[in-house]
């Protein structure tokens, strides 16, 4: 029997030519950078249609390559960002994997950057792709308002409650973020992103010149229960300087502590912001004090550790060693001579 099989004169896949606008595709892509994450290049991606085919025999299909080499091919274009904006319009079958390496990493700085992109990840497949977020005010003729902010942070607090299937965690997706950075912000200024910045996924957050009140930041630090790693970089302004630390003060129990692992302070000296933090840190029950790696600039010659605080560094941490600069105070001789503690000075 005489097999009849019908194909349009051209059997490539047929893509729709209409020029895509900036909220649809990626029509600023030139515009962006490669180091930085590609907004605006898979706004609404169309998914190419596939060629046309009609036969009377059923059985009859054609070929197509197996998703293990697929997955190899994307895995090695991992920072191919041009090359990897082609695969995920290419079709179904390369979208998924292609955007999760096009959407690791995530930095914003204008006004416009996060109207679209708030619009992009209102889509979870998207915002599940996030790993990396970077967040940075800008100037003023550049900063963003308050709600723009808190907009775009929703759609990340809405994964939240979300399950993650078999294929996101194959895939690397369905986690959240997991490193939060945020430079030149000025809390008082906006009080709706000061309440959804907590992300509950993040495990590693960086602070730089940052306008925020004493209490509020140790509330702040407070939400994040995944936290592991905390960095205060320099110029980050409290409200309150003269902030003494309370060793008796109440930590609310109605949510998990973090659990830090890593502690600096680099970039600057400010010995208000780092008694303040370290005095949160030693605010913790003995218990919950995993700390491997402390990095410090200088330290306050007025601040001890309380011995239930040594105890639990001397079982707790497991590896590390430090030494002691012939300048450091009483407080960075104490934690060297733990010799499980990997200390960092930065003079």
């Not at 940052?210 to 630090?221: D, G, Q, T």
């Not at 320099?234 to 902030?243: E, F, N, V």
């Not at 001789?333 to 733990?338: D, I, P, R, T």
């Amino acid at each position: 029997m005489t097999q009849i099989l019908l194909r349009p004169p051209f059997p490539s896949t047929v893509w729709n030519t209409r020029r895509p606008s900036l909220t649809q595709t990626g029509a600023a892509m030139a515009n962006n950078s490669y180091n930085e994450a590609p907004l605006g290049t898979l706004a609404e991606l169309p998914v190419a249609s596939c060629p046309v085919e009609t036969t009377v025999h059923t059985l009859s299909q054609r070929p197509r390559l197996p998703p293990e080499l697929t997955d190899k091919v994307i895995d090695h274009l991992h920072s191919d960002i041009p090359t990897l904006c082609a695969c995920a319009l290419a079709g179904r079958a390369l979208h998924a994997r292609a955007r999760a390496y096009l959407f690791r990493t995530v930095e914003i700085w204008t006004s416009r950057k996060c109207v679209r992109a708030t619009s992009w990840f209102v889509e979870p497949a998207y915002a599940r792709c996030v790993r990396t977020l970077r967040l940075t005010m800008g100037d003023a003729t550049e900063a963003w308002g308050d709600e723009r902010t808190a907009a775009l942070l929703r759609c990340f607090h809405a994964l939240a409650d979300e399950g993650s299937n078999n294929q996101e965690q194959w895939l690397g997706t369905g986690v959240g973020v997991e490193m939060l950075c945020l430079r030149w912000f000025s809390f008082a200024n906006m009080p709706q992103t000061s309440r959804l910045l907590a992300l509950p996924s993040v495990t590693t957050l960086e602070l730089t010149h940052l306008r925020i009140e004493v209490p509020h930041l140790l509330e702040f630090l407070n939400a994040f229960p995944a936290l592991e790693s905390l960095t205060v970089g320099s110029g980050l302004k409290l409200s309150i300087p003269s902030y003494y630390w309370n060793s008796m003060s109440p930590l609310p129990s109605a949510r998990p502590q973090p659990r830090l692992r890593t502690l600096d302070f680099a970039n600057g000296y400010c010995p208000v912001t780092e008694l303040t933090v370290f005095q949160w840190f030693l605010d913790q029950p003995p218990d919950q004090i995993h700390i491997k790696r402390l990095g410090y600039v200088l330290a306050p010659k007025s601040l001890q550790l309380p011995a239930s605080v040594l105890k639990a560094l001397v079982e707790m941490v497991a590896f590390g060693c430090g030494h002691v600069h012939k300048y450091s105070p009483v407080i960075i001789e104490h934690l060297a001579v733990l010799r499980t503690l990997e200390v960092h000075f930065f003079f």
